[in-house]
T-cell receptor
């Protein structure tokens, strides 16, 4: 089934640990995004990539890094997790950087203690 | 700057009609999206408006007025499964989506 797969779906992590959230899509979309969603706030963009080999910073990039080595994969890394990074993380993709609807993964719920 | 406002929560009755409003301020505009998000799930696409007017898609319609910075989502013949959060998002001049906080819609029998 075509779509976006995120892993893990849920994780509890000790503060200071390194964590990578994985995201893979099989729709051959050029643009991919990482958002965090917190209660009472809208989805906030962390990092994005308009095409393989390029990345950009979103609204809340501090403490996060991404890479886009190929079209399908867009991992998000927390180098040293802090409790304020407790959130639900959504990976999304769309056909182009300026066109089309966003397709979302099922989300990764991360708790940092 | 950019800003999007939508009501935090609304309640409606099964079988009725509800209108969820979204107002925005932005210096650049490339369209407005509505997404539906059930609790614990990912957002799913409902509609996209870039020109003024009403777009109808089954029980759901979306309206846009660019001059007023205003959109609404109209849901007809409400069903219990329509209980969800509805997210308004505008596409800015850089083609990035700016999201509202979402409106939680509660449907009562």
């Amino acid at each position: 089934i075509a779509g976006i797969t995120q892993a893990p779906t849920s994780q509890i992590l000790a503060a200071g640990r390194r964590m990578t959230l994985r995201c893979t899509q099989d729709m051959r979309h050029n643009a991919m995004y990482w958002y965090r969603q917190d209660l009472g706030l809208g989805l906030r963009l962390i990092h994005y990539s308009n095409t393989a080999g390029t990345t950009g910073k979103g609204e809340v990039p501090d403490g996060y890094s991404v890479s886009r080595a190929n079209t399908d994969d867009f991992p998000l890394t927390l180098a040293s997790a802090v409790p304020s990074q407790t959130s639900v993380y959504f990976c999304a993709s769309r056909e182009g950087g300026d066109t089309g609807e966003l397709f979302f993964g099922e989300g990764s719920r991360l708790t940092v203690l | 700057g950019q800003n999007i406002d939508q009501p935090t929560e609304m309640t409606a009755t099964e079988g009725a009609i509800v209108q969820i409003n979204c107002t925005y301020q932005t210096s650049g505009f490339n369209g407005l999206f509505w997404y539906q998000q059930h609790a614990g799930e990912a957002p799913t696409f409902l509609s996209y408006n870039v020109l003024d007017g009403l777009e109808e898609k089954g029980r759901f319609s979306s309206f846009l007025s660019r001059s007023k910075g205003y959109s609404y989502l109209l849901l007809k013949e409400l069903q219990m499964k329509d209980s969800a959060s509805y997210l308004c998002a505008l596409m800015d001049s850089n083609y990035q989506l700016i999201w509202g906080a979402g409106t939680k819609l509660i449907i009562k029998p």
